[in-house]
């Protein structure tokens, strides 16, 4: 079966309907263009045909895939964290239909859910490419990382993998190892990667060094951009305080690694993330928790110094 069909088929069965990528009409607008062209299959890299249409369509239903994917993502794993009363009244919210196994099962929907549309995406790309003789699919793909509409971008992604990790590695959750049997953490010379296999004979690795310290991310955030720090390593690079935190950063202030702008401010943290990894290697935990208090208190002490005396005008 090919793909298109195979992804027609999967967002029929899905029990609600969400955006998806108009895969049959795309490639139907592809077709217009190769018809236009003549018998040689190929047009000119700039295709008034293509270009007007095709690519301003792609872009709104990227964004709707990616806005519904990081919403739902985020409602489910705020009701995994919770604890006490706001979990109890959540359930409520929520008409009380989270029990471990559907948390798993949902977690699991959603990954796949995001991997399939990343796939489509790639795919009308490539298509894009092959017919037009150009690279204006790749370049449209790069563009939509710097928009932040890169569903394998998300952070959101990332937290679903260890999400499912910490799950799985619960004795009451044995059973849910059938869901997803690749997605692990692998250390390679002490090195963390979170790595999964996806549909389509596609691999996510996701890098768990922390590109400042050069060390194991510790209380890990992720940038807009997608590429994930330290908390403190990241309130370093934005040059602000722990205290004031990164939603005061300068919108200047750049990424380390891709030197994209405004990325700070809205920066996610990685709970279950910070959670397996404490999990996976405790006693390098451990050492580095004691280390970044001693760190904070430091920190948060010359800050509050320097508050007084600029208030009393020393």
Not at 288 to 304: D, G, P
């Amino acid at each position: 079966m090919k793909f298109a069909k195979k992804y027609a088929t999967y967002m029929r069965g899905m029990e609600e309907e969400l955006p998806a990528v108009g895969l049959k009409r795309l490639k139907k607008m592809l077709k217009k263009c190769r018809s236009h062209e003549g018998a040689a299959g190929r047009c000119p890299g700039r295709c008034s045909v293509c270009d007007g249409s095709f690519f301003p369509s792609l872009m709104n239903e990227m964004s709707a895939v990616v806005g519904c994917f990081n919403e739902k993502a985020k409602k489910l794993l705020e009701l995994h964290l919770a604890s006490g009363f706001k979990k109890y009244a959540m359930w409520f919210t929520n008409k009380g239909d989270k029990s471990h196994g559907k948390l798993i099962q949902q977690g699991k929907d959603l990954v796949t859910y995001a991997i399939i549309n990343a796939v489509a995406m790639r795919k009308i790309l490539k298509k894009y490419d092959k017919i037009h003789y150009s690279k204006q699919g790749q370049e449209f793909k790069a563009q939509a990382q710097s928009l932040h509409i890169e569903i394998l971008q998300s952070p959101w992604l990332c937290e679903l993998m260890a999400f499912y990790m910490n799950l799985r590695r619960s004795k009451k959750n044995k059973a849910a190892m059938e869901l997803f049997g690749d997605c692990s953490l692998i250390f390679d010379d002490d090195r963390p990667t979170l790595s999964c296999s996806l549909f389509d004979s596609m691999r996510v690795d996701i890098s768990l060094t922390c590109s400042i310290c050069l060390d194991t991310v510790f209380d890990p955030v992720s940038l807009s951009c997608g590429h994930i720090f330290c908390y403190l390593c990241c309130c370093s690079a934005a040059s602000v305080t722990i205290v004031d935190g990164l939603k005061f950063a300068d919108h200047k202030s750049k990424c380390p690694l891709c030197r994209q702008q405004g990325v700070f401010p809205d920066a996610v943290h990685l709970d279950e993330l910070n959670m397996l990894l404490s999990h996976s290697c405790p006693e390098y935990w451990e050492k580095r928790m004691q280390s970044e208090r001693v760190e904070r208190v430091r920190l948060a002490k010359e800050h509050w110094e320097s508050q007084c005396r600029a208030f009393l005008g020393i």
